[in-house]
Nanobody
Framework: VQLQASGGGLVQAGGSLRLSCANS????????VRWYRQAPGKEREWVAI??????NYADSVKGRFTISRDSAKKTMYLQMDTLEPEDTAVYYC?????????WGQGTQVTVSS
């Protein structure tokens, strides 16, 4: 299984982007899908999680970001609205199964003020 993230780019503060993460192959034993981000000089931080019964967000993005997944398209999304310069980072998708974790390669999001 490989994850391919896309949708990053340069946007002005207040704008929107939608990140996508498509997985090849079949996911067995799915537990959760998550988005993480890593800003320059900082550690990777969790942004959003979606499980069969739960959706949750980091406080810094709550109310602005929306995580979703289309299992038929084997794609997960992160809709990012009202972007702020502090959201500038490389964004990574993650799929956790009962067996292992899969990571995407990251997509750069840059928000200008």
């Amino acid at each position: 299984v490989q994850l391919q993230a896309s949708g990053g780019g340069l946007v002005q503060a207040g704008g929107s982007l939608r990140l996508s993460c498509a997985n090849s192959g079949r996911i067995i034993g799915l537990k959760a899908v998550r988005w993480y981000r890593q800003a320059p000089g900082k550690e990777r931080e969790w942004v959003a999680i979606l499980t069969s019964g739960t959706i949750n967000y980091a406080d810094s993005v709550k109310g602005r970001f929306t995580i979703s997944r289309d299992s038929a398209k084997k794609t997960m999304y992160l809709q990012m609205d009202t972007l702020e310069p502090e959201d500038t980072a490389v964004y990574y998708c993650n799929i956790e199964t009962v067996y292992t974790n899969f990571w995407g390669q990251g997509t750069q999001v840059t928000v200008s003020s």
